[in-house]
């Protein structure tokens, strides 16, 4: 099952392509199956430097370009849009994989120009997509991270985070990880259609709790919060992932910025006609009329009279039920290069 598979026009290419009926019968016809592809990405440099004041951190970390995971909203399809592909089925059918990146990530650490500083893993595309489960770059990631004792966060809507428990626990021991799950949705037959290549909702539920119970710690992304279709669901999410363990909450408003409108609105309209008009109309409205907003500080929350409600509405949920303890900041004083003098 895909997100997606729509062939949107690239919006940096002078020439598209559109069908037509050429009169031939194809009624009745099998569509093709999409085989994932996968290419090298050779990359320079790993680190994307973060300049927009929404984003907790000035460097985020991504190992592949696109995500099999298959989200219709996902913010990061335009990206693909630089190399050539479509923000469409090929974002996810398409990935390019970094091989390099746990040198390249050597290289950064080993620079005297380092300042040693949090870097947010999935900061675009997720580094627990289903590529993770052959590549394994992820991991070698955070062996570097470990070697280094450089911190890291993590966001993922995959449970193959588990996996990786042994580093994440050795991190954790010095204050060098922090884990967020993104949970969208508690209905099995919205989470598959939405996001239909990430992880059940049980299964992210499952590795909140395992996390938590490792002494990592753990929280939710509640996101995006999508009007009219499941922001509903914010109060169950925060207390099941409460229960698993959650301890701190992120939060986000759909946003439908370039060609994630044309993907997200055709979806919309196939899965859930009956509420299709309901919930763009519900996006403008927190969006000043239009479909996005780009401005930097209210791009992620949106902005009037129901944007303000869901905030509130968060936070509550999140002082009921202890969710919002304070966070101690990841140590950054025991950062090291190998054969420096380990004084720590």
Request: glycine share 6%; proline share 6%; with cysteine.
């Amino acid at each position: 099952m895909r997100g997606t598979i729509l062939e949107i026009t690239n919006r940096f290419e002078t020439v598209s392509y559109n069908p037509f009926d050429d009169g031939w019968e194809t009624i009745g016809e099998e569509l093709p199956v999409i085989q994932t592809q996968f290419f090298n990405d050779h990359a320079k440099s790993i680190l994307f430097k973060n300049d927009s004041p929404d984003v907790g951190m000035a460097y985020s970390i991504n190992m592949y370009r696109g995500c099999e995971h298959g989200c219709s909203y996902c913010r990061a399809r335009p990206y693909h849009e630089y190399l050539g592909f479509n923000a469409g089925i090929d974002f996810e059918s398409k990935i390019m994989v970094k091989h390099d990146a746990p040198e390249l990530l050597r290289k950064v650490f080993d620079s005297k120009k380092w300042i040693p500083q949090s870097i947010m893993m999935s900061g675009n595309t997720d580094c627990y997509q289903p590529a993770e489960r052959k590549y394994k770059i992820t991991r070698q990631i955070l062996e570097v991270f470990l070697e280094y004792r450089n911190p890291v966060s993590i966001l993922t809507k995959n449970a193959l985070i588990l996996r990786d428990l042994d580093l994440l626990k050795e991190l954790a021991s010095m204050n060098l990880v922090s884990t967020l799950l993104s949970i969208t949705s508690l209905d099995p037959m919205l989470r598959q259609k939405l996001e239909p290549r990430t992880s059940t909702s049980k299964m992210k539920l499952k590795a909140m709790e395992e996390l938590s119970k490792a002494g990592i710690p753990t929280g939710v992304m509640v996101g995006p919060i999508i009007p009219g279709l499941n922001d509903n669901e914010v109060p169950n999410i925060l207390k099941r992932s409460s229960e698993a363990g959650a301890t701190r909450v992120a939060h986000t408003i759909l946003r439908l910025p370039y060609a994630i409108l044309p993907i997200f609105t055709d979806w919309i309209e196939k899965n859930y006609p009956e509420k299709a008009k309901r919930v763009l109309a519900r996006v403008m409205m927190i969006r000043g009329g239009k479909m996005n907003d780009s401005n930097f500080g209210t791009r992620m929350t949106g902005t009037g009279a129901y944007a303000d409600y869901m905030h509130q509405l968060v936070y509550a949920l999140s002082e009921k039920y202890n969710m919002n303890q304070p966070r101690t900041p990841l140590a950054t004083h025991l950062f090291r290069r190998p054969g420096e003098l380990d004084l720590i």
